[in-house]
């Protein structure tokens, strides 16, 4: 009986110490000097869509890069067309960017890449029926998605 006790009471010790420490992070937090806690890098506000597509496009997937952008598909269900763009969240000089678009069968891809200081692209494929892969990149950050998207016609390609 001597066990179970002594047991309950190292755990009900432990757990009270495992406590104590979790209710003294934040403490521990705001002790930190204020320099130390800002070298944490602020999340970045997501790109906003710019509109670059044209007429009749809507954002139907998007995926941020890191901080620095966010990739667009975009999809006109008037033509069957996908359009990708790559748009940074902070312009400024020119770096390496890039927008693609594709499907696997037949292998087809499209690619817009350079050095822009907004964003690249729109690139467009006809994917109607069909899955999509696509990618953005900025300064070698690299955010996209496989076989999304898909058409809910099958394809004969």
Known sequence: M???RRTAAIGAAVTA???AAVALAPAAVA???AAQRAT????AAAAQYNGVCGSGYAVVNSAQIGTKGTVFL????ATGKNCVVTVRSKPGKAVHMTASLGFASPTTTVTDTGYFTTYAGPVYLDARGLCVTWRGEISGEVAGK???????LAANR
Do not use: V
């Not at 975009?74 to 269900?77: A, D, I, K, P, Q």
């Open 2 to 4: 001597n066990n179970i």
């Open 17 to 19: 110490t495992a406590c």
């Open 31 to 33: 002790a930190e000097p």
């Open 40 to 43: 944490a890098a602020p999340k």
């Open 74 to 77: 975009t999809y006109n269900s």
């Open 146 to 152: 496989n076989g999304t998207n898909c058409g809910s």
